[in-house]
């Protein structure tokens, strides 16, 4: 299965693909997590993103295609993935229609702005792997401590208030016609994020069942 989940900031597409990864055994790309990974090395690519993610603004198209074009060359996607925050813009969704890479579904995580910043305020991230928590929906077993690494949680520069509302009118401008683009070619999935993460798996796994083996 080849999938892009979308979904608003903090819809929780993180912890989703997390899980469609586990039960389907395919990698899970982020390009966030990648993108934060080369400006914790400050890498070339990572001083080029920096000043985007914290203005809360996307990444420029070329920079991103590069990242997802050599990611999806590599031997790991050959039984599938799952793309967590790529394509956010038309330019590259047809950027990624030229590699040639058959989706077969993408999976739009539904939530109301007003949930959003109400939950961005409270995600925490693990600084070593990049789990996701929340203090009060998805808290992890010990205080500021990943569950699976047992590294030191933070909270994301841009989830601080003023960004977040940039990073939702940004993905409302750019990122949202992007259901019309993949309901056009009619494998557009949309799902209701729930209060709780479990439900909304259930959701998530229910509209995935028709692609299981
Ligand atoms: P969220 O979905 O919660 O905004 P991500 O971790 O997916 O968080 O992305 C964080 C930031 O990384 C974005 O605000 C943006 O600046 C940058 N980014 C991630 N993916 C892309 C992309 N496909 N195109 C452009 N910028 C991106
Ligand atoms: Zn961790």
Request: with cysteine; net charge negative; aromatic share 6%.
């Amino acid at each position: 299965m080849n999938l892009i989940l979308m979904g608003a900031p903090g819809a929780g597409k993180g912890t989703q693909s997390a899980k469609i990864a586990e039960k389907w055994n395919i990698p899970a790309v982020s390009t966030g997590d990648m993108l934060r990974a080369a400006v914790k090395e400050g890498t070339e690519l990572g001083k080029a993103a920096k000043s985007f993610m914290d203005a809360g603004q996307l990444v420029p198209d070329e920079v991103v295609i590069g990242i997802i074009k050599d990611y999806l060359s590599s031997d790991k996607c050959t039984n599938g993935f799952i793309l967590d925050g790529f394509p956010r813009s038309i330019p590259q969704a047809e950027a990624l229609d030229a590699m040639g890479v058959k989706i077969d579904a993408a999976l739009s995580l539904e939530v109301a702005d007003e949930k959003i910043v109400e939950r961005m305020s409270g995600r925490r991230i693990c600084s070593s792997c990049g789990a996701s928590y929340h203090v009060v929906y998805n808290p992890p077993k010990q205080a500021d401590v990943c569950n699976v690494c047992a590294s030191a949680l933070y909270t994301r520069a841009d989830d601080a208030a003023e960004t977040v509302l940039n990073r939702l009118s940004t993905y409302h401008a750019i990122t949202e016609p992007l259901k019309d683009y993949y309901a056009a070619k009619g494998i557009l999935i949309c799902v209701d994020g729930q209060e709780d993460v479990e439900d909304t798996t259930a959701c998530v796994m229910k509209a995935l069942s028709k692609f299981e083996a």
